[in-house]
């Protein structure tokens, strides 16, 4: 387990956010919770969402100003109850949330591909990976997320050269519906359950060369590729998509190229790539969140005891829907990872234009100021 | 221990430290009056040599006038018609360590010291091709087991003065002559001192091949794949120590060690420094084709027909179905016994003389192959598999071991969780790969971390003309290495 800093590059870092994004819309469909929402307004909210995640991100490095550390760091510098305790409920999020992955991608695996095998003979070797890429380390991690991102584009292009002949350019005017209440929720439902922007206040600290362009080409790259698997599957499946629990799965079963028929396998294959990037990068930022909490001597033993919980917990809520839904409610439904990397963000904000003011009387009244 | 002034006490304690072995030989003579005597071991030294520039000479100083043995020793040490090589040996372990090397050493009777004069003479293979880097363009010649030799063969090549080479002596009973080979102005000190490093703390008896010392500078990488290569070929090594690498000669061995070592040279060949780069780059291509068909195929097969028939089109299906309709074993234990026999098969056609080895060969594809299938004991798309992946694990030649191994454990994987186990594979053998450094550069680099070097020299071979336009070549340039440049301090 490597407790010193690893160091990444910044191509590295967006591709790593990018996957773990991509992970979302591969199961993503715009759709409504409750009654029909028009395309067009769920393309805009996505993209919208996507300019807010910029947005925080963009005030996060007029906070970190080149100093090198990570929204936990800055808790801690500030205030270290607090910050100890910041760092124990991202660690405690971050773990639910590996969890959630985890058990969405079984259970996947489980229901739809091999309904007839147990839900444990698939856990068990996708946490074996899973804690090796935790065993390796960020820096041989990240190379690896950039292998993956290649097979996944070159997958994702199979599918489209699969797919491309079923698109029904009529749907293409679906897009001229953009309606407010839509497009409202589509925006919430992107900022609510964005993951990725406490991976990016997290794993920063193991940024090499730190610039706001991180943000802008995960953006670029995020909503690029989010808008384009959207409007894939809204245009070669219509609205037969909006009945299915993974689109992206259906549009890969109506695939067809000449030498292979169904292209569903592909997808399995770009889905455990993609799946094992973001519970990998989720587990990585949890060992970095305890580096706030455990002591030097304990932080082996408590990682080892930190990912054991995750598995323990992906095993038993992959057993019982009611635990999945409960677990889901709780990762997606509650604003979790907006609000553990809005308020502390604020609050930092905060003490530093306290700490500056404070600085500022000092000068002016003549005291010590070096 | 030190060699005393008495000659017979010296004869008789070397002759009991190698216990009287028969070919320690000491030949006694007179010189001016002192009694001496010329210590070599048989077989090392050239008699034609030793009678030549030893012998010879040495005899106008039998009736010399010379007061002392020092000033014997002296005279001697001054003449320059004998041997090119000399030295001065102070300790018995010196005089049996130059004697075993091919020296004959001169002890005087009252000389505390000896000399030891080079007259190497053994007899060695003679330079040929190598058999395991066979070239249509370049040229013919390979190393042979006498370092020395290789030496020589490099030192041809490279005639600048940067180019150094540095004695080592490891094994404690076989004192074998290991050489370190590099250039001064494109080494990093920082991997030449690990490779030193790491070298030093070898502590075997003895070193009878280059592969006894591979694990030493492999420390630290539990994978299937090594990050030090070997060459048989001193062209290939010089361009390799040309790109800042070290090359590590082991005398014995007609394999020479490079490091550090990097995925992507497995499938570099001089032959693509020689040929058309549009040509060359298809070729790479093909290879990397080629290595993934060889541990992969056999896996996705069985996973793909076992766990997932519905990607396979209807006529093929049928085709495949009906071929395994007959065989008894389910598809995962037929392809891993076909996998076996074909190993044992190869094993046996390598270890055997060749006239037999051939007669291997088509007792393994005509009657076990045919027979089987006749047999309805394995499906003839099997065998087709078996060799396609054979023939592809032939095009990497130096990732046939991890090959071999990996295609076992995707076929298990493909028959216990089909693709979903393949993937998982996939990502334990990338995961892998990319945790491996080999001195401090990523042994995926430029592949991942990324650098523009891929297209330069890995996927793609540009031209001489473009490659000479800003691109070192240098290996601790690349993306992701701790070890930048420090443009050569060999020296240092």
New interface residues.
Partial sequence: MHKGIQYI?R??FVLLLVLSNLFSYLTYYPRASAGQVAFGSSIAGLVLGNLAVWGIGALFFALEDGTGKNLCDFMLLYNRPLGRLYNGLLAIFLGLSAAHSICGFVRF?NRE??PQSSYL??LI??LG?LL??VV??IE??A??A???FVCAALSIALIFFGTVGNVEPSALRAYSQVRWSGLWGTFVAVLQSNVELLLLFTLIKHLAQRTPSVFQSYFWLATGGAVGLSLLVKLALGNYAQLQQYPFYALAVSSDLS????L??FY??IW??IS?VRVTALLLALCTALQGVLHDCRYNSGVWAALALVSALSAAVGASSRLYEWLTAVVKGCFAPLTLALLPLLYVFYKRAVNRGGKGRGGARGEAVH | MRLCANLTENIVALRAMVENSSDFLNKSIHLAGHRCELVFCEGMIGIGTLAELIVEPLREYRDAHIQGPEELFLTLGRTDFLAADQKVVLTREEVLQFAMSGFAVLLIDGCEKGLALGVQGFNFRSISEPGNEQNMRGSREGFVEAARINLTMIRRRMKSPHLKFEYMNLGSESKTDVFLVYMTDKVSAKVLAEIKERMGTIRLEAILDSGYVTPFLDKKNASLFSGVGYTERPDTLCGKIMEGRVGILVDGTPFVLVAPYLFSENFQSLDDYAQRPYYVTFIRCLKFLAFTISFLLPGGYVAVVTHHPELLHKELLVKIIEAQQGTPFPLMVEALIIHIIFEIMREAGLRLPKSVGHAVSIVGALVIGDAAVSAGLIGTPMVLIVALTAVSSFVVPNLYEPVTILKFAFILLGGFWGLYGIALGLLALLLNLCSINTFGIPYTSPISPFGKAAFRDVFVRASWTTLQRGHSGIVQDLPGSSVQSDGGHGDA
Avoid: A, E, W
Wanted: proline content about 3%.
């Fill in positions: 590059g191509k590295q695996l591909i091999f003979i698939f070797p996708f990976v090796f890429g390796v380390g041989s991690f190379r690896t950039s292998v993956i030498v292979v028929q169904r569903d396998s399995l294959v455990v790539l094992f």
